[in-house]
């Protein structure tokens, strides 16, 4: 498999990773509101945005016209929610009652990187590469 099969094969599950996240917001939105930041106002309103988003992004990945806005708009957003994944660990860790072990919870701050690596590899040739 070449670069351009790879970059395409990565961007697909990219996509359906995000789309999938994006569903589980309205699906699971008692386990994305508890870890909404408290400082921020009406945690199930922005669980719902930020499930639109996602689903929104995932989708433009796969139109090429849109790729690299997508790539933007899903950087922007995974910053935005790293300070949820920050909060799932502060919880766990006062808690004590965590969903996930504590090792997976430190796991997910640098990964959030990498997927932003891996969106922009993915999406940063949009106008080069239509396809």
Same mark, same amino acid.
């Given at each position: 498999? $070449?670069?351009? =099969?790879? @970059?395409?094969?990565?961007?697909? &599950? !990219?996509?359906? /990773?995000?789309?999938?996240?994006?569903? !589980?917001?309205?699906?699971?939105? @008692?386990?994305?509101?508890? +870890?909404?930041?408290?400082?921020?106002? *009406?945690?199930? %309103? !922005?669980?719902?945005?930020?499930?639109?988003? =996602? +689903?929104?992004?995932? %989708? /433009? !990945? &796969?139109?090429?016209?849109?790729?690299? &806005? /997508?790539? *933007?708009?899903? +950087?922007?957003?995974? #910053?935005?929610?790293?300070?949820?994944?920050?909060?799932?660990? #502060?919880?766990?860790?006062?808690?004590?009652?965590?969903?996930?072990?504590?090792?997976? #919870?430190?796991?997910? #701050?640098? &990964?959030?990187?990498?997927?932003?690596? +891996?969106?922009?590899?993915?999406? $940063?040739?949009?106008?080069? =590469? @239509?396809?």
């Amino acid at each position: 498999m $070449n670069r351009s =099969e790879t @970059k395409r094969v990565v961007r697909l &599950l !990219l996509a359906v /990773a995000f789309i999938v996240a994006g569903v !589980l917001h309205f699906t699971h939105t @008692k386990f994305y509101s508890a +870890i909404m930041p408290g400082y921020l106002p *009406y945690p199930r %309103a !922005l669980v719902f945005i930020s499930g639109v988003c =996602e +689903i929104i992004g995932g %989708a /433009a !990945l &796969l139109v090429p016209r849109l790729r690299r &806005l /997508a790539g *933007y708009g899903l +950087i922007a957003f995974l #910053l935005a929610v790293f300070p949820a994944n920050i909060q799932m660990l #502060l919880d766990s860790a006062h808690t004590g009652a965590p969903s996930f072990p504590p090792l997976l #919870l430190w796991l997910r #701050l640098p &990964l959030q990187f990498v997927f932003i690596a +891996i969106v922009w590899w993915c999406s $940063n040739a949009a106008v080069a =590469e @239509k396809r």
